[in-house]
Nanobody, 128 residues
């Protein structure tokens, strides 16, 4: 069983920074696609940034140049460095993971349906 636990959310003023962390356990020897999503009340879950099992990084357009995704594979930990935060970045942020197998696993995108394992979410609030 794969477990996903996020941490690092909080409240900041516009222009500030936060770093989210996501610890994944139980994945065994499989490779991982992992990604950050966010959701506000009444809205659909949005893919923010991801790293697929081949190491390719993806970002949604609204965070390019401001957010940086990285992974420490030895620690099975995913990070999201969020700089120049805006009020519209306010949301519940989720980490998600999906197992991949084989020497050249298929790529992963930022669609929520592509991921099986989810954390409980961490709140990010940006005030103007």
């Amino acid at each position: 069983e794969v477990h996903v636990v996020e941490s690092g959310g909080g409240a900041v003023q516009a222009g500030g920074s936060l770093r989210l962390s996501c610890a994944v356990s139980g994945s065994g020897y499989s490779k991982l696609c992992w990604a950050w999503f966010r959701q506000t009340p009444g809205e659909e879950r949005e893919g923010v940034a991801g790293i697929d099992a081949n190491g390719q990084k993806l970002y949604t357009d609204s965070v390019k140049g401001r957010f940086t995704i990285s992974a420490d594979n030895a620690k099975n930990t995913l990070y999201l460095q969020m700089d120049s935060l805006k009020p519209e970045d306010t949301a519940l942020y989720y980490c998600a993971a999906e197992r991949r197998y084989g020497p050249t696993p298929p790529a992963c995108g930022l669609g929520p349906d592509e991921y099986t394992y989810w954390g409980q979410g961490t709140q990010v609030t940006v005030s103007s």
